[in-house]
């Protein structure tokens, strides 16, 4: 089942802004994960951020976790159009199993 | 390059007549996964394979089985697709995790089946 919640469920922004997501969940995990799926595609990973860190960059990537609020954002800088795409943080609670939030849909206008 | 691959792309399927979807990997990982991903919802876990152990989600239907033959294919085995079963197929792997440690995992294009 659904771990949690992701806001917004749309954002778009014009080229070169940046885009801050967020996820919830419900319960204590090992770890939270970011995926990105353009349109009738695969998910491609992009950040893992354990549980006892509160900070993670990769690129113009910035993910952050606060787990005594159960929550994440990931924030994409200086955004392109090829960065449209549907955006869903997963969560690991033990082993391997990832629990997918509902999923942020970016539109970046250029 | 190292990738997961699964075939057919595109599939459709009358109702009720059984459908198998298939996925390989070069990535040489011992997990192995299958979600749905019904249009506009997030994946949803059906099962996985650690190695040749077999995991069912509590909530996956009957009609949904798997095999995984030898570490490179697995495949997804519909039994009698109802039109509620209309969706993309995804296989996934990772590493397999130990202790604490947990693994990005590898998605493959995705499988859309449609139910006529």
């Not at chain 1, 090829?82 to 033990?94: H, K, L, P």
Request: proline share 4%.
């Amino acid at each position: 089942s659904q771990q949690g919640e992701e806001d917004p469920q749309a954002l778009s922004i014009q080229e070169g802004e940046n885009a801050t997501m967020n996820c919830s969940y419900k319960t204590s995990i090992n770890n939270l994960q970011w995926y990105r799926q353009n349109s009738g595609r695969g998910l491609v990973h992009l950040i893992l951020i354990r549980s006892n860190e509160r900070e993670k960059h990769s690129g113009r990537l910035r993910v952050t976790l606060d787990t005594s609020k159960k929550s994440s954002s990931l924030l994409i800088t200086a955004s392109r159009a090829a960065d449209t795409a549907s955006y869903f943080c997963a969560t690991v609670r033990y082993g391997n199993k990832l629990v997918f939030g509902a999923g942020t849909i970016l539109r970046v206008k250029s | 390059d190292a990738m997961v691959i699964q075939n057919p792309r595109y599939q459709v399927t009358q109702f009720g007549k059984p459908v198998t979807l298939s996925c390989s990997q070069t990535l040489n990982h011992n997990v192995m996964y299958w979600y749905q991903q019904k249009s506009s919802q997030a994946p949803k876990l059906l099962f996985h394979y650690y190695d040749k152990d077999f995991n069912n989600e509590a909530d996956t239907p009957d009609n949904f089985q798997s095999r995984r033959p030898n570490t490179s294919f697995c495949f997804l085995d519909i039994r009698s697709p109802g039109l509620g079963d209309a969706a993309m197929y995804l296989c996934a792997t990772s590493r397999g995790a130990s202790g604490s440690s947990s693994y990005e995992q590898y998605f493959g294009p995705g499988t859309r089946l449609t139910v006529t």
